[in-house]
Nanobody
Framework: QVHLMESGGGSVQTGGSLRLSCAAS????????MAWFRQAPGEEREGVAG???????TYADSVKGRFTISQDNAANILYLQMNSLKPEDTAMYYC???????????????????WGQGTQVTVSS
C-alpha cells in the first residue's frame, strides 16, 4: 500500500511560480511511473507531467517549457516546479503512482492505482 500526500499549492498571480511536493510512504514491489495530474471544475483529469522508473520524463504540450518534474528517490518525494503560471493552470493537482501497469502511457490517469488527495493551485490574472 502506498500513501501519497501533496503540498505546495497556493494562489499566485500570472507569471508566478510554485513548487508542488508529493511525499510517498508505504511499499509497493514496483513503481513503473509517477505523475502529476490536474483537474479543474467541470473538466476531466488531465496528465501534466510524468516520470518513469528509468527517469524518462513526459509533459503535456500545455506545460512544456514551463513545468519540470523531478524526484528525490532517497526521500521518496516527487516534485513539480511550475513557472510562468497562467490562469488556465488553475486546478486541483494530484500526484499518482502506477505500480500495476508497465509499458503504458505515463500521462493516462487510468494507468494509475495510487492517488493523493490533491493540492489546489489558483492563478489570478
Amino acid at each position: 500500500q502506498v500513501h501519497l500526500m501533496e503540498s505546495g499549492g497556493g494562489s499566485v498571480q500570472t507569471g508566478g511560480s510554485l513548487r508542488l511536493s508529493c511525499a510517498a510512504s508505504g511499499y509497493t514491489s514496483h513503481t513503473y511511473s509517477m505523475a502529476w495530474f490536474r483537474q479543474a471544475p467541470g473538466e476531466e483529469r488531465e496528465g501534466v507531467a510524468g516520470i518513469t522508473s528509468v527517469g524518462f520524463r513526459t509533459y503535456a504540450d500545455s506545460v512544456k517549457g514551463r513545468f519540470t518534474i523531478s524526484q528525490d528517490n532517497a526521500a521518496n518525494i516527487l516534485y513539480l516546479q511550475m513557472n510562468s503560471l497562467k490562469p488556465e493552470d488553475t486546478a486541483m493537482y494530484y500526484c499518482a503512482v502506477n505500480s500495476e501497469a508497465p509499458m503504458t502511457s505515463v500521462l493516462s490517469a487510468k494507468n494509475y492505482n495510487y492517488w493523493g488527495q490533491g493540492t489546489q493551485v489558483t492563478v489570478s490574472s
